[in-house]
């Protein structure tokens, strides 16, 4: 489909924050696409970029199997910029040298700006930037100006306006790198000259029609879950081919308390979506019985879902396709992004399910954000009361259990969860936060209680700021908030006798503990 404006293409090499960058460029309303490190010259070219951004990645440029790019590419005459391992791709074509650092960066360092330049027009000369690398550039490509530095990194930045070529060492794509999005937009229309012309609020039509397209008169299912992914692929699905869309919400006993009657209800009265509710709780407690491996949880819990899938189907005459709620960050998340990133963890809705299901894919959510499918979720017209859901896993309690699921854990946890859910609101800090749970970690310590010992297990209670889910920061949530926590969980359910905060960023940890 034909773009009005102008086009960036991104070059994928593996990077965790790749889809950011493709966020960050539709925030300036400029369509991008993603390609991976190896697709073909001719395929660059017929895109037709006007820029091309190449991403960061885990390899080292002077691997042996390291993803590379044809020297040929960068003949297209259009700007380019590279950022980290993108950077060290630029700087080893054009004769410069990368070497292993003495001293790596990860996370914040300060910036020093060097050199006056397009790209750090309107920035601090000194400011915090996000890194994460292990290599450095030692050898300067002949022709390059280096426009910044750190401590540790004398080539944190460089260019060379006649090629069209711009290196960052450090990643202006995360909301860590507080000069990121002015140097981002300096690229895109100081240096690219690029036209806006793609918005977010065209996506219902042009992905309805595709819809109907790819259905075109065939039946489909979608597996409803009660989140706001789900429920929004569900709905402009239903948008899309109407009475042939059945949905199946499977409570697999691993929800929130009382959350498949309340879903159920929003399901028939709010959205008129054709439901079909599978009661499947004892026989996902049965599978999970003795199982404490994260993933293999997640693993058990995904095909015991495609069983369920499997069996409603056979039930629905002539169903073709499968809709689902996939987005972005678990696609990153799960798979070796077109073979080149590190995997983090297995999602259950993403990869092999066709396969399984003999089923084709619709996936409507699969290039979008959490935020944006929200906004795309409110201009369908679905409650607030789904769409601002905080975030809540696939795998759902299970993986909020350390070791093994069993029932009593499962209440012990729905219980902690509905006093955590209860007393974030009663501060009006839900929807200002991305996402506050607990967690049940059953490992023993001593207590008093009653003046009287107590072994009992441990509730982490974990709440944290983010925009998209890609990076987050603990929310610095008031003494007196998790004080009414604690005491409600310690004294409300049984089992428990201590409870603490987590107080890590994503990265190095994830959101979830498992």
């Known amino acids: 489909m034909e773009k009005a404006g102008s086009k960036i293409l991104i070059i994928d090499f593996g990077s965790q924050y790749t889809q950011l960058i493709a966020r960050k460029i539709r925030e300036s309303n400029i369509y991008c696409e993603i390609y991976p490190f190896n697709s073909p010259v001719e395929k660059i070219k017929a895109f037709g970029p006007d820029a091309i951004i190449l991403s960061g990645g885990p390899a080292s440029v002077y ?8 020297a040929e590419i960068f003949k297209l005459n259009v700007p380019f910029l590279g950022i980290c391992y993108g ?4 700087a080893s074509l054009a004769k410069g040298a990368v070497k292993p650092a003495n001293n790596r960066e990860y996370g914040h360092s300060k910036l020093k700006i060097i050199k006056e330049t397009m790209l750090f027009k309107g920035c ?4 915090l930037v996000w890194m994460s690398h292990g290599d450095i550039i030692v050898k300067n490509p002949p022709g390059f100006a280096i426009t910044a530095e750190t401590e540790n990194c004398a080539v944190a930045a460089f260019e060379n306006p006649e090629k069209k070529m711009y290196g960052l060492q450090f990643h202006p794509e995360v909301v860590h790198t507080a000069c990121g999005r002015k140097i981002l937009d300096n690229f895109l229309f100081g240096i690219v000259k690029a036209k806006g012309g793609w918005k977010l609020e065209d996506f219902i039509s042009r992905k309805t029609d595709e819809i109907k397209s790819m259905a075109d008169g065939k039946k489909a299912i979608c597996a409803l879950s009660g989140g706001v992914d789900s429920t929004v692929a ?8 109407k009475e042939r869309l059945k949905c199946i919400f499977v409570d697999n006993g691993l929800l929130r308390e009382s959350e498949a009657k309340s879903v159920m209800k929003y399901y028939k009265e709010n959205l008129n979506l054709n439901v079909k509710l599978v009661n499947a709780s004892g026989l996902f407690l049965k599978e999970l019985k003795g199982v404490v491996k994260p993933e293999n949880k997640r693993k058990i819990i995904g095909k015991l879902f495609i069983k369920i899938f499997e069996r409603e189907a056979k039930n629905l005459k002539g169903v073709n396709f499968l809709v689902q709620g996939t987005l972005y960050p678990d696609v990153i998340e799960s798979v070796r992004v077109f073979g080149a990133s590190s995997i983090i963890k297995s999602h259950h809705n993403v990869g092999g399910l066709p396969k399984k299901l003999n089923l084709k894919l619709i996936e409507p959510l699969r290039d979008l954000f959490k935020d944006e499918v929200r906004i795309i979720g409110k201009n369908l017209g679905i409650p607030k009361e789904i769409i601002d859901r905080q975030p809540f896993p696939g795998p ?10 069993n029932k009593r854990r499962l209440d012990i946890l729905k219980k902690a969860d509905s006093i955590v859910t209860e007393e974030i609101k009663n501060a009006g800090l839900y929807d200002k936060i991305w996402q506050s749970f607990p967690v049940l970690v059953p490992v023993k310590t001593v207590g008093v209680m009653g003046d009287k010992r107590s072994y009992e297990s441990v509730i982490a209670v974990r709440a944290v700021t983010s925009s998209d889910g890609m990076t987050a920061d603990f929310a610095k949530l008031d003494y007196d908030i998790l004080r009414v926590c604690s005491a409600r969980i310690i004294s409300e359910i049984k089992g428990i006798n ?17």
């Open 63 to 70: 691997d042996k199997d390291a993803p590379l790019i044809p």
């Open 87 to 90: 950077m060290q791709i630029m």
């Open 124 to 127: 601090e000369k000194s400011s």
């Open 234 to 241: 569900a709905v402009l699905a239903n948008k899309a081919i």
């Open 396 to 405: 759902g309690l299970a993986i909020r259990i350390i070791g093994e699921v």
């Open 498 to 514: 201590r409870v603490v905060y987590d107080i890590t960023s994503k990265p190095p940890s994830t959101i979830e503990w498992e």
